[in-house]
Nanobody, 117 residues
């Protein structure tokens, strides 16, 4: 069972990307999904938390109004739509079946997002 992140790329400031978090071997629909990111030299930080109960999402202040999560149960995938990207969004992005990173020990490879002109 694993989660696989994809969709990262090099994008100019102000651009958009959609990251995917696909599950293999289990159903994502029953789990809360946390998106996290880690920039070089910095600790991993939470980006968003998508509830398993009502699909509501809590966002970090730094991304509020720019990032949106969604869940596609048919594709067993959760998405992170990122708009108006800023250089400070540059990081490796990870997803997890929890919003509490200290509970999780199955981190994947992540996907690199680089925002630069």
């Amino acid at each position: 069972v694993e989660l696989v992140e994809s969709g990262g790329a090099l994008v100019q400031p102000g651009g958009s990307l959609r990251l995917s978090c696909a599950a293999f071997g289990f159903s994502l629909s029953i789990y809360p999904i946390g998106w996290f990111r880690q920039a070089p030299g910095k600790e991993r930080e939470g980006v968003s938390c998508l509830s398993s109960k009502n699909n509501s999402t809590v966002y970090a202040n730094s991304v509020k109004g720019r990032f949106t999560t969604s869940r596609d149960n048919a594709r067993n995938t959760v998405y992170l739509q990122m708009n108006n990207l800023k250089p400070e969004d540059t990081a490796v992005y990870y997803c997890a079946t929890t919003c509490n990173p200290w509970e999780y020990d199955s981190w994947g490879q992540g996907t690199q997002v680089t925002v630069s002109s």
